[in-house]
């Protein structure tokens, strides 16, 4: 028999900065750090003081929901968007 907390889905609280870089003749967007945390209310408060740090030009907090048994994991759930960051399908 397996053990519940193996056969649980995992869930993780994504805070992702992004900065602009030059990519040839352009500016371009890039993630530049990658923080997990163990509540959705963190991944949020960091995201939001992440995007008012200097050179910080946007910052996302998001969870994924994963499967530990097939390894899947979902599609990010946006939780807040701050500054400016990525497109996604359907905003």
């Given at each position: 028999?397996?053990?519940?907390?193996?056969?649980?889905?995992k869930m993780h609280y994504i805070c992702q900065t992004y900065v602009m870089k030059q990519k040839g003749q352009q500016m371009a967007l890039h993630v530049d750090?990658?923080?997990?945390?163990?509540?959705?209310?963190?991944?949020?408060?960091?995201?939001?003081?992440?995007?008012?740090r200097e050179g910080c030009v946007g910052a996302d907090a998001y969870m994924l929901s994963e499967d530990?048994?097939?390894?899947?994991?979902?599609?990010?759930?946006?939780?807040?968007?701050?500054?400016?960051?990525?497109e996604v399908e359907g905003d």
């Open positions: 028999m397996l053990d519940s907390e193996e056969t649980a889905v750090k990658v923080f997990e945390y163990k509540s959705a209310a963190e991944a949020e408060e960091r995201a939001g003081r992440e995007a008012r530990p048994t097939s390894g899947e994991v979902s599609e990010p759930t946006f939780l807040a968007r701050h500054g400016t960051v990525p």
